[in-house]
Each structure stands twice: as structure tokens, then as C-alpha cells.
């Protein structure tokens, strides 16, 4: 239930990313339909941020976009080949690596390398790129990928396997190996420290 | 004198009226009674627009009985479908949405038209498709199509025209020319999809030669009436006939690819059981693709995804050369594979991808 331009936490049992230097970030949303807006065959105008706060957050599609745009900036992206051009729509590029965000404000992201990454997931198969616990809520735990063929994913947990790199858009953080020692790995840009931890073929983010 | 008028007449005179006259009075608007009375000549020319539309309304339904009488002598319905399935047969949309419907059986990353299941697969597929479009067309024939042939060459044509037609459809020398094209078309277009009254090509051969020895045995005046009308109204019919089979060649082609997804399952369920030592495995995973080891060792990932409305509409190929920092985790997806070997990838449910099926 939301009230009108009212922002309301509606967070959930989202698996959220960090914010930050801070804690956990928050899902919000406010219902912004105003009565000229009663015939629009579309429903109600909702807006989303994520972050700590509404006014300090942005939508989360922003930052899965800068991401994606991030990776073809620093041309991780160039080595494989794009599918032809949708009418209206980006054409995509056949990556076949999942794109996890772990924090945000600065933006972190995780990749993992997945050759059926390189395909759209097919709905009966598309909680497969997430670990166990997150499998069941998968489709809360995206946000939009740019020209990637599948959609960005975030949370604290995430499938340990095959390589990874990590990257960061705002700290200029090109993808780089993650190096895992004793399981363990931290990870640093522009003021944010998180530690990683591989157990079971599965990572957890933590401060 | 409208009734508006009269009716204002009596009020403003005030003169004797029936009960029934003062109930009218009392009940209908006074507004009523204020509208300007008509004109003649506004009166004349309403009465013959009237007219004229009664009139026209009349013709319609009298060229529709001349155009369903010829359609009953002359079979021009049939012919139009026969030639519509004989485009069919040529079109290369129509053998892609047969393609379309191998893919449903197997993914087109399992195989294609190289594999040796295929040809004997699409037989029997192509046999259920054509049992399904005759019970398609059969309806759609019933419920629509007819009546659209009908009214449209009722509508584009004149009425002496149409009558015309249907004398020389009625003749002997019409029954003949006509029983002829439609024998031969049917011949020609074969009967495996969309026909009305589908018939084996031994059947449709010999009719056509029947009706072709019917025709040659016209006598002279008959032949000479045959070839008159066919330098003459046979040019416009012609044009209305090629009209409406390109149409329906299109409503049918589009037919094969809306097939219902309860039916495409139920023939493959069907076809998995009669070719169930020649399939392709089947496998409840994602099918990925095909890897490569190529000769030079580099692997090739291949993959086919739906484009321009076909099933293998596109493809895409991601090379990982033996320097690539991938290389030995993308090899480690097909264990022992040899160069110049290819094998199918799959996913699973948990996201794990594997050679296994």
C-alpha cells in the first residue's frame, strides 16, 4: 500500500546491497499519480530508489544501467558479438558474465563469468543465476542491464562459481580478479570496504 | 405534411379532437410541434434517397445470389484455395514455420536439417499439420471465407457481369472449363494441408485427367463460347480469383505459425514416440548451444536465438582462442572433447551448465 508522494520502505526480504560506508541500502516507493493521470492505460506512476534514504537514493535501474555502460566503457564489453538491433530497444551484447551489484554510492558490482549468460535466461531458467536463498524472490533482486542480455542482479549473495572480477564505475575500478585466499577476499573503492567470503560455492558480502 | 406539422395544426386551432388526440396532445413535448415543416422538394428528394437505397440494398442481395450461384456451378472457392495452396508450397514462410515447429520438437542447437531424424520427422510432422489445417480450413471455409469471396466479387463487379458469368458457369461449355482448371489445380497444389475435401494425388491425377478429357470433348460451338468468354469477363474473373488466392494464401501461412500450443505439444509427444530411437536425446535442461574445439584448438560456442519470426532466425558464435583467460574453463564444460568435435551444452535449473542432457 502506498500513499500518495509519500515515499514508503518497501524493502521486504530483498537481499539489499550496501550503501556506502553505511548499512544495507533500502528499496522505496512512492506513488506519484496525479488525477489528471485517471485514463492512462499504463496504471499508476510509481517511482523507486534505492539507498538510505529516498532523497539520497536513486533508481535502481540507474545504477544497474551505469554499470553496464561502465563495462563498455573500459571495453570488457568489445570481445563479443551483439545481437542484431529490436526495433525500439538496445541492441544487446552476447556477455557471458553475470553482473552482480554488492554496494552502491559507489557502485560495486561482481562478475562471474557464465556462458549462458551470453543467452536470455528462459523464465522457467532464470533463478538459476542466483544462489539457493535467493532463488525462490528471484525476480526482486534485479535491475536493468543496459545492453546486456540479461538483467543485473544485486544482493550479498551470490553463485561462487567460475572466475571472478570485481569492478567499480564511480571508483574507476576497471574489472579485476577477485583473489580469494583461505576463501576470503576484501575489496576497497572510493571509501567503501567490503569483505567477501566463498564458502559452499557460494559468496557473502559483509562489512 | 409531416406529422410534426399536422399535429401543431390541431393545437393551434383548437378545434374537436378524439380522446386518443387530446392523450397524444398532452404527452408528446411541445417541441415536437415546433419543427420546421419540410419542403417538397426536401421531401421528394429524402423519398428517392430512400429510394435509392432500397433500391441498392436490392441489388447487393441479388448480385450475392448470382456470385453464390456461380460459386455452387463454377467452384470458384476451390479454385481459389487450390491455387492459395499451391502458392503454399513455394513460400518460404511456410517451410520456416514447418521448421519453427521441428524446433518445438528438438531445439535447433540439437539439430537441423543435416540430422538424419529430420527428413522422416518433418514427413510425419507435415502429415498431423495437415490433418489439423483441413479441420481449420474446413471451418474457416464454413464460418468466413466463403462469405468474403462472395461479397467481394459481388461488390467489385457489375451486375451484368456477374450474370454473365454465371450463364457460361451454368452452360456445358462453363462446367467443363471450369470443372477443368479446378481438376488441374487441384492436381497441381496437391492435398496434404488446408482442403476442404482432401483427396490422395492418385485420386486428384485421375480426376484431373477426366475432366480435362470432359472438356476436350466439347463440341466446336462450346469450345469457341469457352474461348470467347475467356478472352473476355475470364480476364476479370481471373484478376478476382489471383486477388483472393493471394489473400488466403496468406491467412493460411499465417495459420501455420498460430498454431495452438496444446496441439504442437500433443504432436510432439506423438513424434517423440514413433521416432524415439532416432530423436535427438531430450532434455528437461536449458539447451545452451554447441561447443567446438576447432582444428587451430580454439573453442567456438554457437547458439541460435528467435529472430525475424523463426525459431533459428539468428545466430551468434563466441570464439575463445587457447590464450583467451577463459579458455580451460569453457573446456571443462565438455570434458575429453576431441578437435573437430562438436557437443551440445546444457543448463540446469541451478544454473549449472554441463555437457549432460
Not at chain 1, 544497474?64 to 542484431?84: F, I, N, Q
Not at chain 2, 463460347?225 to 480476364?235: C, L, S
Not at chain 2, 565438455?334 to 546444457?346: D, E, M, N
Request: glycine fraction near 6%.
Amino acid at each position: 500500500m502506498l500513499f500518495p508522494f509519500v515515499w514508503t520502505d518497501v524493502t521486504g526480504t530483498r537481499d539489499m546491497p550496501w550503501v556506502g560506508a553505511g548499512a544495507r541500502a533500502r528499496w522505496l516507493k512512492r506513488d506519484v499519480t496525479k488525477p489528471t493521470d485517471i485514463m492512462n492505460p499504463r496504471g499508476p506512476t510509481i517511482e523507486t530508489r534505492w539507498g538510505a534514504s529516498a532523497s539520497s537514493g536513486e533508481p535502481p535501474w540507474d545504477t544497474g544501467d551505469r554499470a553496464a555502460d561502465y563495462l563498455e566503457k573500459v571495453g570488457l564489453g568489445k570481445e563479443w558479438p551483439m545481437y542484431p538491433p529490436v526495433e525500439g530497444g538496445t541492441p544487446h551484447r552476447a556477455f557471458p558474465y553475470r553482473v552482480t551489484i554488492v554496494c552502491i554510492q559507489p557502485t560495486i558490482a561482481i562478475l562471474r563469468f557464465d556462458l549462458s549468460a551470453a543467452i536470455e535466461d528462459p523464465i522457467e531458467f532464470s533463478f538459476g543465476a542466483f544462489p539457493a536463498a535467493l532463488r525462490d524472490d528471484s525476480s526482486d533482486q534485479r535491475v536493468s542491464s543496459g545492453n546486456l542480455t540479461n538483467a543485473v542482479m544485486f544482493g550479498t549473495h551470490l553463485v561462487g562459481t567460475g572466475s571472478l572480477l570485481w569492478f567499480s564505475p564511480e571508483g574507476n575500478v576497471a574489472p579485476t580478479p577477485l583473489d580469494f585466499s583461505n576463501g576470503r577476499a576484501t575489496i576497497s573503492a572510493k571509501g567503501a570496504t567490503l569483505k567477501l567470503e566463498l564458502r559452499g560455492g557460494e559468496i557473502t558480502v559483509t562489512r | 405534411m409531416g406529422l410534426g406539422q399536422g399535429a401543431s395544426a390541431r393545437v393551434a386551432l383548437g378545434g374537436p379532437q378524439s380522446d386518443d388526440a387530446d392523450k397524444r396532445a398532452s404527452v408528446i413535448p411541445t417541441k415536437c410541434y415546433r419543427l420546421a415543416p419540410m419542403k417538397p422538394r426536401l421531401q421528394a428528394f429524402c423519398a428517392a434517397l430512400v429510394l435509392f437505397a432500397a433500391v441498392c440494398a436490392h441489388a447487393d442481395e441479388a448480385r450475392e445470389a448470382t456470385v453464390r450461384r456461380i460459386m455452387e456451378v463454377a467452384a470458384l472457392d476451390r479454385l481459389i484455395l487450390a491455387n492459395a495452396r499451391a502458392t503454399l508450397a513455394t513460400d518460404p514462410k511456410a517451410a520456416q514455420h514447418l521448421d519453427d515447429l521441428m524446433y518445438g520438437v528438438r531445439p535447433p542447437a540439437m539439430w537441423n536439417a543435416k540430422h538424419p531424424a529430420w527428413a522422416p520427422t518433418r514427413k510425419a510432422l507435415t502429415e498431423l499439420v495437415g490433418q489439423e489445417s483441413n479441420a481449420w480450413v474446413q471451418k474457416y471455409w464454413r464460418e468466413s471465407a466463403l462469405n468474403t469471396h462472395v461479397r467481394e466479387l459481388a461488390g467489385s463487379y457489375r451486375a451484368d457481369f456477374l450474370t454473365t458469368v454465371r450463364e457460361f458457369a451454368e452452360s456445358p461449355a462453363g462446367q467443363a472449363y471450369f470443372g477443368r482448371r479446378l481438376a488441374d489445380a487441384r492436381a497441381k497444389a496437391g492435398e496434404a494441408m488446408f482442403s476442404l475435401d482432401p483427396q490422395p494425388q492418385v485420386a486428384l491425377d485421375k480426376l484431373a485427367v477426366e475432366a480435362r478429357r470432359r472438356f476436350d470433348a466439347l463440341p466446336a460451338a462450346d469450345k469457341a463460347r469457352v474461348k470467347t468468354f475467356a478472352e473476355d469477363e475470364g480476364v476479370w474473373l481471373d484478376k478476382y480469383i489471383a486477388s483472393q488466392s493471394r489473400w488466403i494464401a496468406e491467412v493460411i501461412v499465417m495459420h501455420l505459425g498460430d498454431i495452438d500450443y496444446k496441439v504442437r505439444e500433443a504432436w510432439r509427444a506423438q513424434l517423440d514416440a514413433k521416432f524415439a530411437a532416432l530423436l535427438p536425446v531430450d532434455s528437461k535442461k536449458q539447451i545452451l548451444g554447441t561447443l567446438e574445439l576447432r582444428d587451430d584448438s580454439a573453442l567456438v560456442f554457437r547458439f541460435t536465438f528467435y529472430w525475424n519470426n523463426a525459431a533459428d532466425g539468428g545466430r551468434l558464435a563466441l570464439e575463445f582462442p587457447k590464450s583467451h583467460p577463459r579458455y580451460a574453463e569453457v573446456l571443462a564444460l565438455a570434458p575429453a572433447l576431441a578437435r573437430g568435435q562438436t557437443r551440445v551444452l546444457y543448463r540446469d535449473v541451478k544454473g549449472v551448465t554441463s555437457d549432460k542432457p
